[in-house]
């Protein structure tokens, strides 16, 4: 029965909105876990979608609830098990749904907060192929704003729950937050393991009466041919939606209802954001996301393919005899056995292709590749264990999972070129992208798995007559209306029909193929092999660079400039940060990854040479310096469009340095702008008062006249200011001996006099002792250096 609508808020709904204010979070849970034990189905029914909405939020986003996305038990350990254990799925939160779903009330979820294909679908007044929405639809009344689901208790839980991950997005975070670690994390991961068990069967619900049961929902339709906004019919297929069937169908499926509606929900509500026709319009760049999936989303998706993956291969094995299967086989065997291509296979891939083409190019990318590896590689998650060995050696992937690779061809190759072709468009120098590469490498470098993913393109290339559209239609849709145990699909022996179905269902007819191991994407994997040379050779000067600086700097580097503090041409990469382990793993990371591609695509030695060879080309005599790629024209050189991503990813450099006047350079941040102006002022005016007697020591041929020679001028620097562009008045410019002072308004000068100051004191020098040793200092280190240059040489660094 409809349970009515209730006009005014009752007088419990009062009292609990207002315990929400006045109580403590375990004080209210306790509550209302009496309440649900003493109440009747009947007065919580008023509560039960306030009771929703206060702990998963609104839908619009405005109410947080209980923000079980931030609830973690290292912050808030008190409310974490509150939480958990009032959630539970043997918890006073799901006997309220049982209880309710005895009494067959329906609550209403509007379509306008749908995922935007279905909701565009159900808008259009098409019944879309899942399931789930099958007999549910209802139109406004008059007077009613918009369209509506009539949910029983159960999905109304669910959808609530699953769509609190997408419409939450703003909620408060005052700390950081690890997603695996949160409190919803960990309620996906229970429900998973109890409604979708890997061992035994689901357990039955709680029934509020002793000896009673709680009746499965109303039986959903069989499969009809409705039209679906992912494939291409005539309006003569489309179902209108007031022409809702309501048929009985298997019996058997319903003991599982539960377990195929939650995982309905879950697909539709994390995954299904992007239809067939929409996903084809985004492989325009021009074309604007409707949504975009967080980080944290993806790790649950990953959860969720990582659990699926495990029941499915939980699967009983098929009896020897044919015909013991249909006696032996329970409702759950069989819902294992389709579970992945039937429910997740079309609506993961292009949620990934989402991901790839539109996801950033930094290392939030991460939790989307684990994701993607976790589903190509379901033998991680086989019962059976791999048999000790004492060598760490890579465990073949063995051959019994050949038709899910083929079933699943385009999930390994038409995605693995998309990582290529982000994997050329970053910076492989960072630790964090390095590690990505390494990890697609590592994982198709798998014995055996190359093998098969050829196998798979073989058997799709394979001629063969045209599918027919009816044939084509049976096979390639894994989501045909009415639950999976109404209308199996037919046994297809074929396995090249299986291969070319799966690709046509999901690209179209007109699919261009692009095979992995063509000629097209194998000059992809060269490119990237160079590129990997590229950044190991520049991780290696960024490593020496880092090692001279240590090993150059002394203790009077702390009194004049440095040439990267003069110029300031040397650009930083994240390794510079991290330090000189990290570097280390970086190249590992690499290495790794091109002995990988070489055993994928069976590169020779010699590519490999010719490749170290041409990125060795730009290196100058020290084998440091790389010039950015570019060509000589007659206007100078002209940066190619390599050598433009060399300089954005940092990759390679021109070495700039300022060659203007160093009195006139901008204050810098370590130097007290202030003190600058002022030492300026001071050494314009000693070199003015002193210009003359300067010019005269300088001109002079023993070791006085060296000494200032040294300190005083800079020949090549004035030569390169007086014939620079640049520099337009040369006449004004006095490029004469002179004095600089800017060197004291350093802070790490200051530091320095300041440091000194305090030991004399402590010594009990005084202020003149101190002032006489620095300057005795100075001027011995004046004189050595005088020593070691005959006039001035520059430093080499």
């Not at 009292?15 to 109440?39: G, H, M, S, W, Y």
């Not at 009673?212 to 906004?229: D, E, N, Q």
């Not at 020290?622 to 000589?632: H, S």
Request: neutral net charge.
């Amino acid at each position: 029965m409809a349970g009515p609508h209730l006009q005014q808020p009752s007088f419990l709904l009062a009292t609990l909105k207002a315990d929400c204010v006045n109580k403590p979070f375990a004080q209210r849970c306790r509550d209302l876990e009496t309440l649900i034990e003493e109440l009747p189905a009947k007065e919580l029914h008023g509560i039960f979608p306030w009771l929703v909405e206060s702990i998963f939020g609104s839908l619009d986003g405005i109410i947080v609830g209980w923000n079980l996305r931030c609830l973690q038990g290292r912050t808030n350990p008190n409310e974490y098990s509150v939480a958990l254990d009032f959630l539970d799925p043997s918890g006073p939160m799901m006997k309220l749904v049982y209880k309710l779903q005895a009494e067959e009330y329906r609550y209403d979820f509007p379509v306008s907060y749908l995922p935007g294909p279905v909701k565009a679908s159900i808008q259009e007044q098409v019944l879309p192929e899942c399931s789930l929405y099958h007999n549910k639809v209802q139109f406004p009344s008059s007077g009613g704003l918009g369209l509506n689901l009539a949910l029983n208790p159960f999905e109304y839980y669910m959808f609530y729950f699953a769509i609190s991950l997408i419409t939450q997005k703003n909620s408060p975070v005052t700390h950081h937050v690890s997603p695996s670690n949160s409190a919803y994390f960990i309620l996906v991961d229970t429900y998973l393991k109890c409604f979708l068990p890997t061992e035994g069967s689901v357990l039955p619900p709680p029934s509020s009466n002793p000896g009673g049961a709680i009746p499965s929902p109303t039986p959903r339709s069989p499969a009809v041919p409705f039209s679906s906004y992912g494939m291409h019919h005539t309006s003569l297929l489309k179902r209108h939606i007031a022409h809702q069937p309501s048929v009985n169908a298997d019996p058997a499926s319903q003991e599982i209802w539960r377990s195929e509606t939650l995982l309905q929900i879950f697909v539709e509500m994390w995954l299904h954001h992007y239809s067939l026709e929409m996903y084809q319009k985004m492989q325009s760049p021009h074309v604007k996301e409707s949504f975009k999936p967080t980080e944290e989303h993806v790790l649950v998706v990953r959860l969720l393919v990582k659990h699926l993956h495990a029941f499915s291969n939980s699967l009983k094995p098929e009896p020897l005899s044919p015909s013991a299967h249909s006696h032996t086989a329970s409702p759950l065997e069989e819902f294992k056995r389709v579970v992945i291509p039937r429910f997740v296979q079309e609506k993961l891939y292009i949620f990934l292709q989402h991901c790839f083409g539109h996801w950033p190019l930094d290392a939030s990318f991460r939790a989307v590749l684990e994701m993607w590896l976790s589903y190509l590689q379901p033998w991680r998650y086989a019962p059976e264990k791999p048999p000790q060995s004492t060598e760490p050696l890579p465990r073949s992937v063995s051959e019994k999972w050949a038709a899910f690779i083929q079933e699943n061809l385009l999930m390994y190759t038409k995605l693995f070129v998309g990582f290529l072709n982000r994997a050329l468009r970053t910076d492989l120098v960072s630790p964090k992208n390095a590690l990505m590469v390494f990890r697609v490498a590592k994982v198709f470098a798998q014995p055996n798995l190359a093998e098969m993913i050829l196998k798979g393109e073989q058997l799709f290339l394979e001629p063969e007559l045209v599918i027919s559209h009816r044939q084509h239609r049976l096979f390639m849709s894994p989501t045909l209306g009415g639950s999976f145990l109404s209308s199996r699909s037919p046994a297809v022996t074929d396995a090249s029909f299986k291969v070319k179905s799966h690709v046509y269902s999901l690209e179209g007819q007109d699919f261009q193929y692009k095979q992995m191991f063509g000629t097209e994407v194998r000059n992809l994997v060269l490119k990237l092999a160079q590129l990997i040379c590229q950044a190991q050779q520049t991780a290696k000067s960024i490593s020496d660079h880092s090692a001279e600086t240590m090993a150059s700097q002394s203790f009077f580097s702390w009194f004049r400039f440095t040439p990267s503090e003069v110029n300031g041409s040397y650009t930083g990469n994240d390794l510079d940060e991290i330090g000189q382990d990290s570097i280390k793993k970086t190249d590992e990371y690499l290495e790794k990854a091109l002995e990988y591609l070489c055993q994928i695509f069976k590169l020779s030695e010699a590519q490999l040479t010719q490749m170290m060879m041409k990125c060795g080309t730009a290196q100058d005599e020290n084998g440091k310096k790389q010039l950015p790629d570019c060509i000589a024209s007659e206007n100078g050189l002209i940066l190619t469009p390599l050598g433009r991503y060399q300089i954005i990813n940092g990759l390679r450099r021109f070495e700039l340095q300022y060659q203007g006047d160093t009195e006139l350079q901008p204050i810098r941040s370590y130097e007290n702008a202030a003190l600058v102006r002022l030492l300026f002022r001071l050494s314009s005016a000693l070199n003015e008062r002193f210009a003359d007697q300067m010019e005269v020591l300088c001109s002079r041929d023993d070791f006085v006249g060296r000494l200032c020679r040294y300190h005083l001028t800079n020949p090549q620097l004035v030569q390169k200011i007086r014939y620079s562009p640049v520099v337009r008045d040369r006449t004004s410019q006095n490029w004469g001996p002179r004095i600089s002072l800017r060197f004291l308004a350093s802070y790490r000068t200051l530091i320095s006099l300041l440091m000194i100051y305090f030991l004399a004191s402590w010594f009990y020098v005084g202020p003149v002792g101190c002032t006489f040793i620095i300057l005795t200092g100075y001027f011995l280190y004046a004189v050595i250096m005088t020593f070691f240059f005959e006039g001035w040489k520059p430093h080499e660094h």
